[in-house]
């Protein structure tokens, strides 16, 4: 790397944390009385949820189960009530999972160090990193999608970074985190705020971008995504996904355990209807009685 191309990397990252000292939300995980646990659950939460679905639920949330200890012994069946319409509702049960593995191995406290937070269920690179830069204020390497697309933009010239993370783009990011604890953390912060709120995947506010005149995807001309062939889009409307919602939706708001009958009412195709159904109870968000009626579990 030349001397130039460092200065404009240090330049990047200096424009981008000066502008998030001005444009931060105020978002509660953020406040300056934040638990390592509320922190913890909000990472768990936004993971492909957006804020303003995940703020009020997060509120709710560490009302009802402020740490780790209270979630660890709540009955499973209010956790994913709690969970609501945030989706992908396994990770309900994995932070419950990750509760009471607190709870064991660490007496009810968040661990502060990568080794401890990765081995817990359902922590892996991201969210760690994440714990230990938002929580404990230490140096790590945080690289969601937002920030995944800044790096790719700013620093690579590309309109988007390929389909799966690589070993260039974690070199990358490894390389422009300070080397101090507090500037690595609110570089973190920044760079992924940034990615959100400005340096957006479909319509980039480059305007308002505080380092467009930086930029390497810019001076490049602005060229088209490299690996949209590669990009897969998931629909929505008739998956099993929809299908899974649809039941997990009716079991939530059942006071009782809910005849497959009623089950059968919510979707038009039966065969994929019973593969919702035996994957919720395979995946342990569901439970059958005697009677084939479905509840949540216990």
């Known amino acids: 790397m030349t001397v130039r191309e460092a200065t ?17 939300r105020d978002l509660p995980w953020r406040a300056p009385d934040r638990t390592a646990w509320g922190v913890l659950v909000s990472e768990v939460m936004l993971q492909q949820t957006p804020v303003v679905r995940v703020e009020p639920a997060w509120r709710a949330w560490l009302e009802q189960w402020p740490t780790p200890a209270d979630l660890a012994v709540a009955p499973t069946a209010d956790v994913l009530r709690a969970w609501g319409r945030l989706g992908y509702p396994r990770r309900a049960l994995r932070l419950q999972e990750c509760a009471r593995a607190v709870v064991e191995r660490h007496d009810g406290v968040v661990p502060s160090t990568e080794p401890e937070l990765r081995d817990l269920p359902g922590i892996g690179e991201y969210t760690a990193a994440a714990v230990l830069a938002f929580a404990y204020g230490k140096r790590s390497v945080v690289v969601d999608t937002n920030v995944r697309r800044v790096l790719a933009r700013a620093v690579g010239g590309s309109a988007l970074p390929a389909p799966s993370y690589t ?14 604890d507090a500037e690595a953390a609110r570089w973190a912060a920044a760079s992924m705020e940034l990615g959100a709120l400005v340096c957006t995947a479909k319509a980039p506010k480059c305007g308002a971008c505080p380092v467009a005149g930086l930029c390497a995807w810019r001076r490049a001309g602005s060229p ?9 889009t998931q629909a929505w409307a008739g998956t099993d996904r929809q299908a899974r919602g649809r039941v997990m939706a009716e079991l939530r708001q059942a006071a009782e355990p809910v005849d497959r009958a009623l089950l059968a009412s ?33």
């Open 8 to 24: 404009r990397r240090t330049e990047v990252r200096s424009g981008v944390v000066q502008w998030f000292d001005g444009a931060a």
């Open 167 to 180: 070993a260039a783009e974690r070199a990358l990011a490894t390389a422009l985190a300070p080397d101090g």
């Open 224 to 232: 088209p995504d490299a690996h949209a062939a590669r990009r897969r």
């Open 266 to 298: 919510l979707w038009h195709d039966p065969q994929q209807l019973d593969r919702a159904i035996a994957g919720l109870v395979e995946d342990g968000l569901a439970e059958q009685d005697e009677a084939s009626r479905l509840h949540l579990p216990k």
